[in-house]
């Protein structure tokens, strides 16, 4: 892609650009190798806002890995989640016995992945650990922890790497943030 391209693209106010963000995949794909060294993993992507951090992780990762989606939605606005949440896309992978990293594109209230991890449980694996590319910290509600962090972001709305504002801007190669002022004109 051109540099007028990706100029074309930009939105929002950067926070990561893609080499950091692919550099720091790269650590923790590093991490999960030594934790899971001779092991096999299941990386469950949820869907859709994690697949460009879990395409990074699974390219550098040396671990023996499956691959495996789950989708929840959780019913609220655009920018905050409610705590309810609905299934609407289960894994068929067998994940009795099996170590499974839940990878996440950002825990924010925690509501969406308490639920998550409470329902994958009843399946009987191995172990749950959790992977997010980004974690708000200072918004959290519910009880979870992610193992492994990209980055600590601020109470900010982020778009882009898989991140939307009402579905849009996904494929950012960034990630940045918009604030009130932007969306008037989204
Ligand atoms: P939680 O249940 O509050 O932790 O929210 C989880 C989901 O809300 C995330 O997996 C995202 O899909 C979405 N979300 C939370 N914060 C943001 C944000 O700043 N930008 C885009 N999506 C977000
Ligand atoms: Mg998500």
Not at 96 to 114: A, F, M, Q, R, S
Not at 118 to 139: A, D, F, H, V
């Amino acid at each position: 892609m051109s540099d007028k391209t990706l100029e074309s693209k930009f939105l929002g106010k950067l926070l990561y650009n893609q080499d950091q963000i692919v550099n720091r995949a790269k650590e923790l794909a590093k991490q999960i190798d030594e934790d899971y060294e001779g092991e096999e993993v299941i990386l469950l992507g949820t869907l859709k806002g994690s697949v460009l951090w879990l395409v990074d992780i699974l390219k550098y990762t040396t671990v023996d890995t499956k691959v495996e989606f789950i989708s929840a939605s959780s019913y609220g606005s655009s920018t905050t989640s409610s705590g309810v949440v609905k299934i609407t896309y289960e894994p068929t992978l067998n994940l009795y016995n099996k170590h499974i990293i839940i990878v996440e594109d950002i825990v924010d209230t925690g509501n969406t992945l308490k639920y998550l991890v409470n329902k994958l449980n009843e399946r009987g694996p191995k172990s749950i650990r959790i992977c997010t590319m980004l974690n708000k910290q200072s918004r959290r509600v519910a009880d979870v922890k992610p193992d492994y962090i990209g980055f600590e972001v601020d109470d900010l709305f982020v778009i882009g790497y898989g991140l939307d504002y009402d579905q849009r801007f996904r494929g950012l190669p960034y990630i940045s943030y918009l604030e009130e002022s932007d969306i008037e004109y989204l």
